[in-house]
T-cell receptor, first 114, second 109 residues
Framework: DGGITQSPKYLFRKEGQNVTLSCEQNLNHDAMYWYRQDPGQGLRLIYYSQIVNDFQKGDIAEGYSVSREKKESFPLTVTSAQKNPTAFYLC?????????????FGSGTQLSVL | RKEVEQDPGPFNVPEGATVAFNCTYSNSASQSFFWYRQDCRKEPKLLMSVYSSGNEDGRFTAQLNRASQYISLLIRDSKLSDSATYLCVVRGSNYKLTFGKGTLLTVNP
């Protein structure tokens, strides 16, 4: 089945630790996105990528890093510089070039600080 | 003005009621508009795109008013299974999608 796979579902981070969230898609989508959602809040864009080896900062990129070495993969690293990392992280992908293309989401990763 | 602003909610309605969600956006160059539905601790899923002429999908009707920069979603004959958070989503000219904070709907028996 085609789709987006995020892992792990739950992740715990210790103080000062970097952690990496995985996102893989087999939809052959060009664009991939990372969003953060806090309780009672909408989704805020962290980073997005429209092509391999290129990505742009979203609205809240500080304390995060990404890579796009393969079309299928867009991992997100939450660095120790992100002081408030506890949130629900959602990865998404879409085709580009069509205004009404829908976002396909992964099932999310809940990150908590120990 | 926030980029995308929705009714704060929450909405509590009885089964069978009609409920309307409103959303405004600040960027007049915005090109595409969507309503997504999100169940608790799940990923959002596309409910419907919003077309300039308005569009309907069963019990759901979406409207767009570009002059007022306003989008709406109407749910008729609401069901228990409609209980969820409804997210207004706007795409700008650079393909960036901006989400509203969402409005929580609870349909009661």
């Amino acid at each position: 089945d085609g789709g987006i796979t995020q892992s792990p579902k739950y992740l715990f981070r210790k103080e000062g630790q970097n952690v990496t969230l995985s996102c893989e898609q087999n939809l052959n989508h060009d664009a991939m996105y990372w969003y953060r959602q806090d309780p009672g809040q909408g989704l805020r864009l962290i980073y997005y990528s429209q092509i391999v080896n290129d990505f742009q900062k979203g609205d809240i990129a500080e304390g995060y890093s990404v890579s796009r070495e393969k079309k299928e993969s867009f991992p997100l690293t939450v660095t120790s510089a992100q002081k408030n990392p506890t949130a629900f992280y959602l990865c998404a992908s879409s085709m580009i070039g069509q205004r009404r293309e829908k976002l396909f989401f992964g099932s999310g990763t809940q990150l908590s600080v120990l | 003005r926030k980029e995308v602003e929705q009714d704060p909610g929450p909405f509590n309605v009885p089964e069978g009621a009609t409920v309307a969600f409103n959303c405004t956006y600040s960027n007049s160059a915005s090109q595409s508009f969507f309503w997504y539905r999100q169940d608790c601790r799940k990923e959002p899923k596309l409910l419907m795109s919003v077309y300039s002429s308005g569009n309907e999908d069963g019990r759901f009707t979406a409207q767009l008013n570009r002059a007022s920069q306003y989008i709406s979603l109407l749910i008729r004959d609401s069901k228990l299974s409609d209980s969820a958070t409804y997210l207004c989503v706007v795409r700008g000219s650079n393909y960036k999608l901006t989400f509203g904070k969402g409005t929580l709907l609870t349909v009661n028996p």
